[in-house]
């Protein structure tokens, strides 16, 4: 299958750690990347590559991968990290780009 | 900067057929690596790509909107396209436009600038 599976919603203690997931076949070929989408605001990649954040990223954004599950990892959850997370992939039997469902964070 | 900006009509009537431009500024549209692509929201839902296009031309669709969808790039005035046929209620939605970025030997691919969005609606 092509699609990007992602639990809907997550939610962390402010300050703890949480880590969102993405599985999907097409993981196993190409590095997933990751997107922040805050309401009304257009999707940020906070991720990409085996571990690669774009600049003005903090480092609390982290990355890893085994088989077909990719995971974001925020270590120190922040008030201003809630927002909703989606990854993407190559999907290289259609040749084209999925996103997962996204993955709703709460910061309590 | 690289920055990029939606533009077209906000209504659009059900049977009639979407076009959106995206305008590209601060950067070059000329270069290989690089893969200009329409993703659209549905209102409350996730992310959804339409597809993509290289500056040689090379296109790229969602099987689902493929035979709706054309995507087309003018690099003489650092513009892409959207066009989509036929719409019903169920194309509205926020369009968005982006610059994909890939490194096929790395298998790395990502999207690191897009668009404000465009909100486009499909009533009559």
């Known amino acids: 299958s092509s699609e990007l599976t992602q639990d809907p919603a997550v939610s962390v203690a402010l300050g703890q750690t949480v880590r969102i997931t993405c599985q999907g076949d097409?993981?196993?070929?190409?590095?997933a990347s990751w997107y922040r989408q805050k309401p009304g605001q257009a999707p940020v990649l906070v991720l990409y590559?085996?571990?690669t954040r774009p600049s003005g990223i903090p480092d609390r954004f982290s990355g890893s991968s085994s088989g077909n599950t990719v995971s974001l990892t925020i270590t120190g959850a922040q008030a201003e990290d809630e927002a909703d997370y989606y990854c993407?992939?190559?999907?290289?039997?259609?040749?084209?780009?999925?996103f997962g469902g996204g993955t709703t964070l709460t910061v309590l | 900067q690289v920055q990029l900006q939606e533009s077209g009509p906000g209504l659009v009537k059900p049977s009639q057929t979407l076009s959106l431009t995206c305008s590209v500024s601060?950067?070059?549209?000329?270069?290989?690596?690089?893969?200009w692509t329409w993703i659209r929201q549905h209102p409350g839902k996730g992310l959804e790509c339409i597809g993509s296009?290289?500056?040689?031309?090379?296109?790229y669709y969602n099987p689902s909107l493929k035979s709706r969808a054309t995507i087309s790039i003018d690099t003489s005035k650092s513009q892409f396209s959207l066009r989509l046929t036929s719409v019903t209620a169920a194309d509205t939605a926020v369009y968005y436009c982006?610059?994909?970025?890939?490194?096929?030997?790395?298998?790395?691919?990502?999207?690191?600038?897009w668009g404000q969005g465009t909100l486009v609606t499909v009533a009559s």
């Open positions: 296009t290289y500056y040689s031309g090379s296109t």
């Open positions: 601060g950067g070059s549209i000329n270069r290989g690596a690089y893969y």
């Open positions: 982006a610059r994909g970025q890939e490194d096929l030997v790395a298998t790395i691919t990502y999207f690191d600038y």
């Open positions: 097409n993981l196993r070929s190409y590095y």
């Open positions: 993407n992939c190559r999907d290289t039997t259609h040749n084209h780009w999925v």
């Open positions: 590559g085996k571990n």
